[in-house]
């Protein structure tokens, strides 16, 4: 890997308190031990028993109907209100266990648990990618599926690499 020269990093998502990796993995560690998440939690009915969990602990699944959602992305969240929106067809997704739909859902209870808000920054230096709350919510949901060995590609998207 060669690092991202800081004159030229590109913010993906809002500028936030940086992170270093060491510090992300130890949060996965940590989410993963509260909320008891395991290989086995995204498989099959197991994914609605893992997502009422959140809820206990005050993260929540917002299904929205298909027909309803005009946002272009796979799902949505609002890291201050802990709430995370998904359409229908997402939402049965995570629950058939699909590896593109688990890492999308991990990466916005990433932003959740990274408490991302955006900050305002009087900063005269460029911006980081250790500051990127998008890099960081990728590398706590990469840091939770390789700690618990899940699947990274589907298998109908393996064929595509
Ligand atoms: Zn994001």
Known sequence: MTPEDPQNYCMRGHRV???????????????????????????????????????????????????????????????QKAMIYVPEKFYSDLCRGRAEAIRIFLHEIGHIVLGHRPLLHFAVENPREAEDSEWQADYLADSIIDLLGLPKFDKQMELKF
């Open 17 to 79: 308190h940086a992170l270093a990796p060491n510090e992300i993995k130890e949060v996965a560690q940590r989410v993963c031990e509260i909320m008891k998440i395991k290989k086995t939690s995204f498989k099959g009915k197991r994914s609605e028993q893992l997502i009422s969990r959140f809820e206990q602990y005050g993260i929540h699944v917002d299904v929205i109907a298909d027909e309803e959602w005009i946002d272009a992305t796979r799902a949505t969240v609002d890291p």
